[in-house]
Structure formats: C-alpha cells, structure tokens
C-alpha cells in the first residue's frame, strides 16, 4: 500500500468507540470498492469528503488516498459562508458529497458494510468537470475571503508524509493520541497519515477537551501526542502531576518559553513543527536536538525544503548577518501543492506570491545560525506606527509577563494618530482581580511607547478556530458589535 505500513497488523486505529486493526483494513477497502463501483462512482469523480476524528472516517479517507481518488476534504458541516443558515459547501467541480453517519453498535470495524455508514449525495450543481490524475484539494482563504483550494497530488504529499515520519521518529511502537483535526493539514499530514505510514497505534479524538483527553489517555496510553499551544497550555492547567510521553509536536502558534520549559519538566519532550496547508509540513525539531533550540524553533527545514528571507533574496547560506535579519519567509517545496483553484475547479493564478516553484508564506521569521527556522508570527499579525513596524506577538508576550494574565491576543482596529489602531485582549488567571487600567498601566514600562495598545479589553475566554488558533476575525466583529451599540 502507498500511505499505509504493513509491517504492524495487529495495531489498532480506534477513537474510543470504534477500533479497526491495521491487517483488518484490506477487508474494509474491498467492501468500500463494490459500494463505490455499484453507485459508478469513479477515481476521477472528484468527491467532496467530509471528514471527522472517528475510525470510519479515517478508514474512507485512506481508502480515497489509496485508491487514486479525487477529493476534496472537509470539516463536517462546512458552510459556503459563516452564515449558518447558508447551504452546505458543495463547490460545483465536485460530483458528490460523501459523510460518514453514526455507527452505534460497531466497536470493531472490520467487517459493517458501507451502507450502513457512508452516505452519498449527488452534486446537483455539478459543472461536469473531471480531473486527471489523483489529487486532493483542502480548502483555505484569500485575501478577499472567498473559498478557494490548494491541491496537491498524492504522489508528491507521500514524499510531505514521510518528511515527517524520519524527522519526528515515528515507527509501529508508537502509540499516538491526536486531539487536533484530520481534515486540517496539521493534523492530516503530520500526525494522522504519517503515524499509518509508520505502522502505529493511533486514537483519534473528536473535539477533545481536557477532560475527555484525560479519559482516553489513561484507556489508551499515548507516547506521542500531536497538539496545538493553546491545548497545550490546557494540559499544564489540568494535570499538573508528571506523566512522560516520547514526544510531543506541537503547532500553530508560538508557544512561550516558560510555558515550554514547564511542559517538558512534567511531560518530556516536546518539538515545534512549522507548516502550512499549501506546502504541508516545512520544519520541525527533532527529539534529538537540544532543548534550548526547540524551545525556540521550529527546528531545520524539511528533507528538499529551501527556505529564505524575502522576495527578492537568495536563498539562506552561510552569511550570519542574513540569517540574523528578519523578513518575510519564502518557502521552496518538492513536495508542496500545485496551485489554487476555485468553486469550479479552474486554477486561481497566484500572482507573486508562488512563482518559480518560491511560495510566500506571509508569516514573518528569521534563518538563525545553523539553519535553525524561528517563526515570528503572520505578516498580516503585525503594523506599521510611527514608522517602526510592530508584531503582534512581542506586544502579547510583554502582556503575559504582567501579573495576573494568563493570555493575551492582539488585532489591529481602526487609525489613529500613530497609525493602526492596536487592541490587546486579555484573559486574567483565575480568580486574579485585574482591571483594564492596571494591565495598561503595567504595559507602559514593557514596551515602547509606539507598541502601546489603544485599547486593553479583559475577556473570560479568547475564540478559538478548529485548528485550535485563535478566532481574530470572531474579536475583530465583536468589537465592531460592541461600539456599534
């Protein structure tokens, strides 16, 4: 098989409910295949996959990479808009939709027919479209907002997946818990399809929250736990007593220092992992380099993976003083995506920002000594005041040294005098009695005075997205709501 290891047959796939062993899965495709050839459904009907953390939907979404298929994938009950009385997305350059139904009395997987858990529908919106060779589409943003996908081919992700098998040193005696989604990049390509390449145990975890991530961590016992920052921070809040995994990846957004030195005094090792939906995993720490270098990298970029500073510059060697800049981070990937299209399947041209094989992340970093790769943060997440640029990100990190709070997210709201206006969000630890004033007052001794937010608003929660980041345009709205009042 191309994605799944066959050297391993008695470990499981399982999400608490369901399991399926790795030599039960041949029986699972066969039954798949005669579903599909009796509906006529083909490897070239592009078909829109919604797709969650559970066995019958990890199960079909192997069988599609395995056998060639078109598809796009999906969150389950993705929406055209955020409008939630909007129609489902069923972009008009795929056939038909397929969703996985509950499957209440199959804890073992290995022998219910299709029927009784794939549901199919017909696009039909359908442009007639067919797409030649075997690729898969994830669905991302532009500027403007409107959906578009990047697609990638399966032969060219199998070199992405297997990137991440060598680097984070997986193999069959894995047992990997992943909390995060499977239909993001993240959770698709560096945790679920690498940990079945290397013959693993794997537990899928549906919308896992720290209670339900304790539970099945105690029934399964994981070594290897991919996670995002925020959930991350969680785990420190809930279980503060010791308990050793191998490895733990995370991704997403920076995490903090001190925050990473306190996870591995309790919980062992723990590597940072740079990627995104276009070019699938780009960097990542591996086990065995020294803590100091993944508490603040995200390691070496990937095997085949080139990586500069800015449009116009060559890419990072061994000029110190280059390395030590930052810029904007230009990405080369042999194994990255072919190109955007649109609701119909036409190719969106990407203008400047991927040419010559050159994709511009848009997130800001820096190419240290030794190649290590230190992200900053999105280049939309920073602003020009008074001349001088600002991250989002040091303003958030002088934030969270204040007493008293816990976390502290930063957008960018309206003009003033000294350019963008900025607006700080922050969560107080529990029970701390902390007010907007103080956390200003404190801030004028931490930072410059062009950093200085406009306004600090103290909130309970910060909205999260599904891949676990924070939900900016969500803050953005309510604040328009709020003065809008």
């Excluded at 990638?152 to 680097?167: P, T, Y």
């Excluded at 560096?190 to 539970?215: E, H, M, T, W």
């Excluded at 190649?371 to 005041?385: A, C, I, K, T």
């Excluded at 309970?460 to 328009?480: A, C, F, T």
Aim: proline share 5%; glycine share 8%.
């Amino acid at each position: 098989m191309k994605f799944i290891s066959q050297t391993s047959p008695s470990n499981v796939l399982t999400d608490g409910q369901s399991s399926c062993a790795y030599g039960d899965i041949p029986k699972v495709f066969d039954r798949v295949r005669r579903y599909l050839a009796e509906k006529n459904i083909l490897p070239e009907d592009c078909l829109a996959f919604e797709c969650g953390n559970s066995v019958p939907d990890a199960l079909i979404l192997l069988y599609l990479l395995e056998e060639g298929h078109n598809f796009l994938l999906l969150a389950k009950g993705t929406k055209s808009s955020r409008d939630a009385d909007v129609e489902p997305f069923f972009p008009a350059f795929c056939r038909y939709r397929l969703d996985i139904m509950d499957v209440d009395d199959a804890r073992k997987i290995d022998s219910p027919e299709p029927e009784r858990f794939l549901r199919i529908t017909e696009n039909q919106e359908w442009n007639g479209n067919q797409t030649a060779g075997q690729k898969f589409y994830l669905r991302t943003s532009g500027s403007t907002g409107s959906p578009k996908m990047a697609m990638h081919s399966h032969a060219r992700f199998q070199g992405n997946v297997l990137n991440c098998v060598q680097r984070l040193r997986l193999d069959s005696n894995d047992r990997i818990a992943i909390p995060v989604p499977i239909y993001h990049m993240y959770g698709l390509g560096a945790a679920f399809l690498p940990g079945v390449a290397a013959g693993a145990s794997i537990d899928l975890q549906k919308g896992a929250n720290i209670i339900r991530y304790l539970q099945r961590e105690r029934a399964f016992d994981p070594n290897v736990v991919f996670m995002t920052p925020v959930f991350c921070e969680t785990l420190l809040k809930g279980r503060r007593s010791p308990r050793e995994y191998r490895l733990t990846v995370l991704a997403g957004d920076r995490i903090r220092e001190n925050t990473f030195e306190k996870y591995e005094s309790l919980f062992g090792c723990l590597v940072q992992l740079y990627g995104s939906t276009e070019m699938g995993a780009i960097a990542a720490a591996s086990p065995d380099m020294p803590s100091k270098v993944r508490a603040t990298t995200a390691g070496k970029p990937m095997t085949d993976v080139q990586m500069r500073l800015g449009k116009g510059s060559s890419e990072t060697g061994g000029n110190e003083s280059a390395m030590e800049a930052t810029d904007e981070l230009w990405c080369h990937h042999q194994y990255g995506f072919e190109g955007y299209v649109d609701e119909n399947g036409n190719p969106i041209d990407s203008g400047e920002e991927y040419q010559d094989g050159w994709f511009r992340t848009k997130d800001f970093g820096r190419i240290k000594a030794g190649g290590y790769l230190e992200v900053l943060g999105r280049y939309d997440h920073s602003v020009n005041r008074d001349g001088l640029l600002v991250f989002f990100s040091d303003v958030e990190k002088a934030l969270e040294t204040i007493e008293g709070v816990d976390s502290a997210t930063v957008i960018a709201k309206g003009e003033g005098l000294r350019g963008k206006r900025l607006i700080a969000y922050c969560v107080p630890v529990k029970n701390a009695e902390l007010t907007e004033q103080d956390i200003r007052t404190a801030s004028f001794d931490l930072l410059p005075k062009h950093a200085i937010p406009y306004r600090i608003i103290v909130i309970d929660s910060l909205p999260l997205l599904p891949n676990g980041k924070v939900d900016r345009q969500r803050l953005g709205k309510d604040i328009d709501i709020a003065e809008s009042r």
